[in-house]
């Protein structure tokens, strides 16, 4: 009898002690914590992103070609699109390991030959194709769930090729002048979502030193709408500045110098696999 009394008591103890672990295990904190840089899908190695934009970009600045003076420039988005014969514009990212990556951004834009920039006492007409490359390598500094910040640095492209036709007092001829120039570039940008489906981005970055261009720059703020973690849609307002001169003679031929600011607001729809 003491015997099955022990039994019976070894059981009901076996399972109090069972239904505490299971009460356990329902209540308690998970006993692995999140790692603080957890990629956004865990055990993808390699992820990817292409987004497509549109930019309306307003153009201000000075710029000299040749023996001309120098020529203010005030072309707004409205003048650009009438004149606008071709634009291709993209960017593209690569993140390894949820930590290195690679950003690529090509902006094209073929002006035809109608754009007019105006001089005291006469005009200069002017067909322009400009290409800007951006190609940067990055470091996440700072990672945890969807949010992130970046450090950067590359290399900015660009091609610009001119059709000038010059007709103002004393100074009158027809060119075809292209130059291309490279500047290093380093910069920070980030990303912040503040609820599961919309987030805040923004880049800043510096560039020139000098070495080409006497300094460049570029700025890229707004917000994205997140429809699945594979698409997004980004409304952002983006502006690139250059001051750059050939250094040739000024009163020489081959003369060019571009000192503006490219900005406006962009479009863009994103596809991350």
């Known amino acids: 009898m003491e015997e099955s009394v022990r039994a019976l008591f070894s059981l009901a ?18 006993s692995v914590e999140l790692p603080v840089q957890a990629p956004a899908e865990p055990g993808k190695t390699w992820q990817f992103i292409f987004a497509p934009y549109l930019l309306a970009p307003s153009i ?15 072309v707004s988005p409205g003048t650009i ?14 993140l390894y390991d949820n930590r290195w990556g690679a950003t690529l951004d090509v902006a094209y834009m073929n002006l035809g030959s109608g754009t007019t920039f105006p001089t005291v006492g006469g005009s200069v007409k002017s067909g322009v194709k400009q290409l800007v490359t951006e190609a940067f390598l990055g470091y996440r500094l700072w990672q945890q769930s969807r949010n992130w910040a970046e450090a950067y640095a590359g290399v900015r492209w660009w091609h610009n090729d001119l059709e000038v036709t010059a007709a103002i007092p004393g100074i009158s001829f027809s060119r075809d002048i292209l130059e291309n120039w490279v500047d290093p570039v380093i910069g920070l940008r980030g990303q912040y979502f503040f609820t599961p489906a919309w987030s805040v981005y923004g880049s800043g970055n510096v560039g020139g030193f000098g070495l080409v261009s006497d300094f460049t720059w570029g700025a890229q703020g707004g ?3 997140h429809f699945s973690d594979r698409y997004a849609l980004h409304l952002q307002y983006k502006a690139t500045g250059v001051d750059y001169d050939n250094d040739n003679d000024k009163t020489g031929q081959g003369a060019f110098s571009y000192d503006t600011v490219t900005h406006g607001p962009m479009l863009g729809f994103a596809v991350r696999f």
């Open 60 to 74: 201000d600045g000075t710029a000299q070609v040749g023996r001309l003076p120098n020529t203010d420039l005030n």
């Open 13 to 30: 103890l076996a399972g109090v002690v069972a239904g505490e672990a299971q009460a356990a295990d329902i209540f308690a904190e998970p």
């Open 223 to 225: 917000f994205g709408y």
């Open 81 to 94: 699109f009438e004149n606008l014969q071709f634009g291709a514009m993209a960017h593209f990212e690569v």
